[in-house]
């Protein structure tokens, strides 16, 4: 008995049997979360992906706008450069015109416009489309008329007084374009002037302000409206120097003001029989006619060919549309000059 009890104590443990409940194990389950922290996680997984989406959709979005803008910008850089090539054109138009001409008149070459002409480039599918035209200016009233060396001209100021109110402008128009043109002259030197150390006269003195370019800045810097606007342009200039109005071009409204007595009806149709074929030669012809209107006294100055236009052209280049303004002068035989250019908005 005592010795089997004995084996018996000695035999190992089966390696099936568990272990005491007294003794530890050496892994430890683990404790499970609570349902409000695991809502809590979802919550704040699904706002860093949503913050995230919003983040990467922004920078998408920039990229994309920038990348547009970069292409909007290198077409309207094309589309100047087309533009240019038809200012171009316009000034060999003009210059051919001041070789074959003596008189500017509506129904000649330079007088056409160009409209929706395509631009193609071999290799390039994409298609520019082009419309120019060219417009005489001295068969508008040229406000640098107003002034001499900065001084009012009074019998220039009755012209425009007239011409405002044939076209139902403001009589208040007068005095300001006066200022704006006589502050855009420099003045004339004294005849006392006192010459220069080297015996050559004194530099002319400076104007007050820089000539306008054009009757829209005018405009713009008076603050008038559209109707106005559009208005002072049909029958308005802004050129360097002084300029007679040439009769084969001008609308009615600027004639019947260049005559004191001439109705607007009686200038109308004048200008009728003018644009039907029967233009005036010389400005001799112009009197000749004026007179069977039955006016009296002598006849404005007048001429009937003209030495300054107005390039003017638009360009569509994919998103991009760019029109432009260059005032071209004419002076035969050299070639024409422009005088300078302008980007429209």
Same mark, same amino acid.
């Given at each position: 008995?005592?010795?089997?009890?004995?084996? *018996?104590?000695?035999?190992?443990?089966?390696?099936?049997?568990?272990?005491?409940?007294?003794?530890?194990?050496?892994?430890?389950?683990?404790? &499970?979360?609570? @349902?409000?922290?695991?809502?809590?996680?979802?919550?704040?997984?699904?706002?860093?992906?949503?913050?995230?989406?919003?983040? *990467?959709?922004?920078?998408?979005?920039?990229?994309?706008?920038?990348?547009?803008?970069?292409?909007?910008?290198?077409?309207?850089?094309?589309?100047?450069?087309? +533009? %240019?090539?038809?200012?171009? /054109?316009?000034?060999?138009?003009?210059?051919?015109?001041?070789?074959?001409?003596?008189?500017?008149?509506?129904?000649?070459?330079?007088?056409?416009?160009?409209?929706?002409?395509?631009?193609?480039?071999?290799?390039?599918?994409?298609?520019?489309?082009?419309?120019?035209?060219?417009?005489?200016?001295?068969?508008?009233?040229?406000?640098?008329? +107003?002034?001499?060396?900065?001084?009012?001209?009074?019998?220039?100021?009755?012209?425009?007084?007239?011409?405002?109110?044939?076209?139902?402008?403001?009589?208040?128009?007068?005095?300001?374009?006066?200022?704006?043109?006589?502050?855009?002259?420099?003045?004339? &030197?004294?005849?006392?002037?006192?010459?220069?150390?080297?015996?050559?006269?004194?530099?002319? @003195?400076? %104007?007050?302000?820089?000539?306008?370019?054009?009757?829209?800045?005018?405009?713009?810097?008076?603050?008038?409206?559209?109707?106005?606007?559009?208005?002072?342009?049909?029958?308005?200039?802004?050129?360097?120097?002084?300029?007679?109005?040439?009769?084969?071009?001008?609308?009615?409204?600027?004639?019947?003001?260049?005559?004191?007595? &001439?109705?607007?009806?009686?200038?109308?149709?004048?200008?009728?029989?003018?644009?039907?074929?029967? /233009?005036?030669?010389?400005?001799?012809?112009?009197?000749?006619? &004026?007179?069977? *209107?039955?006016?009296?006294?002598?006849?404005?100055?007048?001429?009937?060919?003209?030495? /300054?236009?107005? %390039?003017?052209? *638009?360009?569509?280049?994919?998103?991009?549309?760019?029109?432009?303004?260059?005032?071209?002068?004419?002076? @035969?035989?050299?070639?024409?000059?422009?005088? /300078?250019?302008?980007?429209?908005?």
């Amino acid at each position: 008995m005592t010795s089997q009890s004995s084996r *018996t104590a000695l035999r190992p443990p089966s390696r099936l049997s568990s272990p005491s409940p007294a003794q530890p194990t050496s892994r430890q389950p683990s404790r &499970l979360t609570s @349902p409000r922290e695991r809502g809590a996680a979802v919550i704040s997984a699904l706002i860093i992906v949503a913050i995230v989406a919003a983040l *990467t959709t922004s920078l998408f979005q920039r990229q994309t706008a920038s990348t547009r803008r970069m292409e909007n910008e290198l077409s309207r850089v094309q589309a100047r450069v087309m +533009l %240019a090539g038809g200012i171009d /054109w316009a000034r060999l138009v003009i210059r051919d015109h001041g070789k074959r001409e003596s008189t500017t008149r509506g129904d000649q070459i330079w007088a056409t416009p160009v409209l929706d002409t395509r631009i193609e480039r071999p290799g390039d599918d994409r298609v520019a489309v082009f419309s120019g035209r060219v417009q005489d200016e001295q068969g508008k009233y040229n406000l640098s008329n +107003l002034a001499r060396n900065g001084v009012p001209q009074p019998e220039q100021e009755k012209v425009l007084r007239r011409l405002l109110n044939v076209q139902q402008l403001p009589d208040t128009l007068a005095a300001h374009l006066i200022d704006i043109i006589a502050a855009a002259q420099p003045p004339a &030197l004294a005849a006392d002037a006192p010459s220069s150390t080297n015996g050559q006269p004194t530099a002319t @003195p400076d %104007a007050r302000a820089p000539l306008p370019r054009g009757v829209d800045e005018i405009a713009a810097q008076l603050g008038l409206d559209t109707p106005e606007r559009n208005e002072m342009r049909r029958t308005m200039t802004v050129l360097p120097t002084a300029t007679s109005v040439n009769v084969n071009t001008a609308p009615a409204e600027v004639i019947a003001a260049l005559v004191p007595g &001439l109705s607007l009806a009686q200038a109308r149709a004048m200008t009728g029989e003018r644009d039907r074929g029967n /233009w005036f030669n010389n400005a001799g012809d112009f009197a000749n006619r &004026l007179a069977g *209107t039955g006016i009296e006294g002598a006849a404005p100055t007048v001429t009937t060919a003209s030495g /300054w236009f107005m %390039a003017s052209g *638009t360009v569509v280049y994919e998103r991009a549309r760019v029109s432009m303004q260059a005032l071209v002068r004419s002076a @035969p035989p050299a070639a024409p000059d422009t005088i /300078w250019t302008r980007e429209n908005p």
